[in-house]
């Protein structure tokens, strides 16, 4: 099926505050945990990795101590020299084995992530645009997504940092206890320290995401209106607009460098501070005799390895940003799909395109678009939507094909209530054609093949010369193989294609959703003559804003306060003055908030 455009209703509102930090955590704790089980093989190497590495670490200290008491002693050099050589060489090639591994499962982890973000934002539609819009979805599928890829090694390595810390304080205590103890005086600071740093920065490492979004959201607003932005000679107001919530990203970076000042000078501090208490009973204990000079050296080079649990922060810090990146993906992961496919699929007859709406109401914020509308589509009949801006037309047509989903009321395609039907299924018997549609696939062949990739040139030329594009095709550098970012076209020649790519699908029903809006007069009669042999067989439904697109349907059903006023030939409404305003200048469409990017339908 080709892409839907601006469509609302039937689906849990999706506008809403951010989530808590707390619950963001939550949720970013739970997918990281997921990931950790989807690729245990990996991160089970990287843990053996890392074993041996941390055991090198661990023995180093000791074959070190053994090479000075024998070089004391004139005993057993050579064993003890080659025993440090291996220890050393053994923690070198972990740790380059272990870096390998670890950027490795962090990209997998990254491109698992980013997969089932892109999956989620199709599967939301274009409603999900009004919780998630384009530059907040591109935060969370660079950033966001990118962060955990660290998320494997900082785990181990801090689960590293605590073995080391810990086996140096139990290599401590066999040199001399009394070192442990000193060493073991600075732990509840340290603990008490990093726990206070997790509870202030949690929640402004989320606002700083959140604003970050929030700028970007508005840039690409921005770029998207850059000429009328030109045009209107307002740039520096743009530019102030764009800004808008740096002041707001300021205060959360402060917020989260002051939490991480506050705790990095405390254990900046304690670390050496421990240090020197340790070294120094090791001396007194060396003066009296109850430590060797081997030992020293060891219990210096064990404090260090000790201390070293300073950079837990560090590693705290990244980890809190990878737990906040993956609640940011997970937010969008369990929001709720705009349409849901059917349980048990029911499998739909082979008919003419026989359409009902049975008591259809649809609600877009807070507003009843369509109330409980009825409408009767005859088979093999062509009908034309009318109603003024924000009526709805665009709302009506989108629950012929789901979508969109009415709040109330059902949708019927030959008998069968849509909402029964498998997605691809009815994707296939009913083909959309829209006002801007968006140029999808590599080429201008792809683009018309977009919902039947296997579709020969020939068919593809057939159905862009019913859609009268065949002749500016050809006229391209390379016709149907050039590629769309060297393909130049004007809105009606893009609409061209897009009604050539939904006369290829072939199907039962045909909706153009004002899909000859950009054309001129004699190229869209041109057009309407072609489609004439498409919709030859078939029922359509067509967005009508020209009286003279109205004139050419079999029936037109005027929409009107949510309802169907009247379903009757042009001619005979035309007599209608009520109708014939339909068609005068209007004001801007300020009524259904539609987000206007087109994607593919879930």
């Known amino acids: ?17 951010p989530a808590a930090p707390a619950a963001l955590r939550r949720d970013g704790r739970r997918l990281l945990r997921a990931a950790a089980r989807r690729f245990r093989t990996l991160l089970g190497l990287l843990a ?21 008491d024998a070089v004391r002693s004139g005993r057993g050099l050579g064993a003890a020299i080659a025993g440090l050589a291996l220890v050393l060489v053994t923690a070198a090639v972990a740790d380059a ?54 998320f494997p090694a900082l785990l181990l390595s801090g689960a590293a940092t605590l073995v080391t810390t810990a086996g140096a304080v139990v290599a401590l205590s066999l040199i001399d206890w009394t070192l442990a103890l000193v060493f073991a005086l600075g732990v509840p600071p340290a603990v008490l320290a990093l726990r206070s740093f997790v509870v202030k920065a949690g929640e402004p490492f989320a606002d700083y995401q959140r604003h970050q979004a929030e700028i970007g959201t508005r840039l690409l607003d921005a770029r998207q209106g850059a000429r009328t932005i030109r045009a209107s000679g307002t740039a520096g107001r743009e530019v102030r607009r764009i800004l808008l919530p740096l002041p707001q990203l300021g205060a959360a970076g402060r917020l989260t460098w002051d939490a991480q000042g506050q705790v990095g000078w405390r254990l900046s501090l304690l670390a050496p501070l421990l240090q020197v208490a340790v070294v120094g009973v090791a001396g007194i204990r060396l003066a009296t005799g109850d430590v060797t000079a081997g030992g020293l050296v060891a219990a210096a080079s064990y404090t260090s390895l000790a201390a070293g649990a300073a950079a837990l922060f560090d590693t705290f810090v990244a980890l809190l940003n990878c737990e906040v990146g993956a609640g940011r993906v997970a937010e969008v992961l369990g929001a709720e799909p705009a349409v849901r496919p059917p349980a048990r699929p029911v499998p739909l007859p082979d008919g003419p395109g026989a359409l009902r709406l049975r008591g259809v109401t649809v609600r877009v914020g807070g507003r009843t678009v369509l ?23 665009s709302v009506l ?70 859609a009268a594009a065949d002749g500016f095709v050809r006229a391209l550098p390379a016709g149907y193989d ?35 809006s950009s054309l001129d007069t004699a190229t869209e009669m041109r057009v309407t ?9 078939r029922t359509s439904l067509v967005v009508a804003r020209r009286p003279a697109t109205a004139a050419r349907a079999d029936l037109v059903a005027w929409l009107d306060a949510g309802r169907i006023r009247a379903l009757a030939p042009h001619a005979e409404l035309w007599t209608d003055p009520r109708y014939r305003a339909v068609f005068a200048a209007e004001p801007p469409d300020a009524a259904v908030p539609y987000a206007a990017a087109p994607g593919p339908a879930a």
């Open 371 to 393: 109330d409980r509308l009825d409408l009767a589509v005859p088979p093999r009949t062509a009908v034309a939507v009318v109603g003024t801006s924000g009526s709805g037309k």
């Open 529 to 537: 003559r072609a489609l004439r042999e498409v919709l030859a067989g």
């Open 1 to 17: 099926m080709p892409e839907p455009e601006p469509a609302a209703g039937g689906s849990p509102p999706l506008a809403g505050a």
């Open 97 to 150: 084995a272990e870096e390998l591994a670890g950027t490795y499962c962090g990209s997998r982890i990254t491109a698992w992530l980013r997969h089932r973000l892109i999956g989620r934002v199709l599967e939301l539609g274009v409603p999900g645009r009004r919780r998630f819009p384009a530059g907040d979805v591109l935060a969370r599928l660079t950033e966001s997504a990118g962060g955990p890829a660290a």
């Open 397 to 466: 047509v989108a629950t012929v094909a789901r979508l969109a989903d009415p709040d109330e009321g059902r949708v019927e395609l030959d008998g069968v209530d849509v909402a029964d039907v498998a997605l691809p299924e009815l994707r296939r018997a009913v083909a959309y054609a829209f006002e801007r549609p968006a140029p999808l696939g590599a080429t201008v062949h792809d683009m018309i093949a977009y919902a039947r990739p296997g579709a020969t040139r020939a068919e593809v030329r057939r159905a862009a010369r019913t």
């Open 482 to 516: 050039t590629p769309l970012a060297e393909a130049p076209m004007s809105g009606g020649e893009l609409q061209r294609l897009g009604l050539a790519r939904a006369a290829l699908a072939d199907a039962r029903l045909l909706v153009l959703d004002d899909a000859t």
């Open 48 to 68: 053996a990795v890392t074993v041996v590495r941390v055991a090198a670490t661990l023995a180093t200290p000791v074959m070190l101590g053994r090479a000075i």
